[in-house]
Nanobody
C-alpha cells in the first residue's frame, strides 16, 4: 500500500512558477512509475508528465519546455516544477505512483490557479 501527500499548489500570476511536491509512503518507491495528472475545470483528467523507474519521461505537449518532472528516490518524493504558467494550466493536479501492470495510487489533489 502506498499513500501520496501533495503540496505546493496555489494561486499564481500568468508567467509565474510553482513547484509541486508529492511525498510517498511505503517501500519500493524506486520501482514505481510516477507522474502527475491534472483536471481543468469542466474537462477530463489528462496526463501532464510521467517518469519510469529507468528515468524515461514524457510530457503532455502543452507543457513541454515549461514543466519538469523529477524524483528523489531517497526521499520517496516526486516533484513537478512548473514555469511560465498560463491560465490554461489551471486545474486540480494529482500525483500518481504505480507498479507496472498494477492500478495506480493517487494523491488527494491540489488546486493550481493561474490568473491575473
Amino acid at each position: 500500500q502506498v499513500q501520496l501527500v501533495e503540496s505546493g499548489g496555489g494561486l499564481v500570476l500568468p508567467g509565474g512558477s510553482l513547484r509541486l511536491s508529492c511525498a510517498a509512503s511505503g517501500s519500493g518507491f524506486s520501482f514505481y512509475v510516477v507522474g502527475w495528472y491534472r483536471q481543468p475545470p469542466g474537462k477530463q483528467r489528462e496526463l501532464v508528465a510521467s517518469m519510469t523507474p529507468g528515468g524515461s519521461i514524457n510530457y503532455e505537449d502543452s507543457v513541454k519546455g515549461r514543466f519538469t518532472v523529477s524524483r528523489d528516490n531517497a526521499k520517496n518524493t516526486v516533484y513537478l516544477q512548473m514555469n511560465s504558467l498560463k491560465p490554461e494550466d489551471t486545474g486540480v493536479y494529482y500525483c500518481t505512483a504505480r507498479r507496472p501492470l498494477l492500478s495506480p495510487y493517487w494523491g488527494q489533489g491540489t488546486q493550481v490557479t493561474v490568473s491575473s
